[in-house]
């Protein structure tokens, strides 16, 4: 945090340019990125037999994009489960519904069980997103 010309406290996001396409590299057969709801829905109903692992993402989220190649290698170590990239940017309507305020956003998800887990990740904390991965896989 850091002060503005008027004193008050601000928080300094960081942003990244988008003329590297990060969110684009890297993903296995078992990640799936979704563009609107009507796909996310799809994704959710077709892979109802598996865990499936939402992760909301933006291409100007430092901390995203810091993830990113961790959560690509995750992805490999858990072939059975499905991994769905959703863009905040592209579906804020989803993203609401959601419950997403802050990314990158993680949300588990099982079949009828719907969601079984939800949390916050950054670098710093991506033993949280391996010890989920563990319990619900």
Known sequence: AREDARGARTRARARISSKDP???KGGGENMIE???????????NEH???????????????????LYPKLCKIAAEYPDVVFV????????????????KVLPY??????T???VAQFSASIAKIKILRAALNEHS
Do not use: P
């Open 48 to 66: 109802s037999d598996k865990l499936v692992v939402v992760d909301v993402y933006a291409r100007w989220c430092g901390a995203c994009r810091a």
């Open 113 to 115: 069980e719907g969601c």
């Open 22 to 24: 990060w969110w684009e």
């Open 34 to 44: 979704c563009d609107d709801t009507m796909a996310f829905l799809g994704v959710l």
């Open 85 to 100: 990239k959703v863009n905040f940017d592209a579906n804020k309507d989803l993203c609401k519904s959601l419950g997403v």
């Open 106 to 111: 993680f949300k588990f998800y099982r079949g």
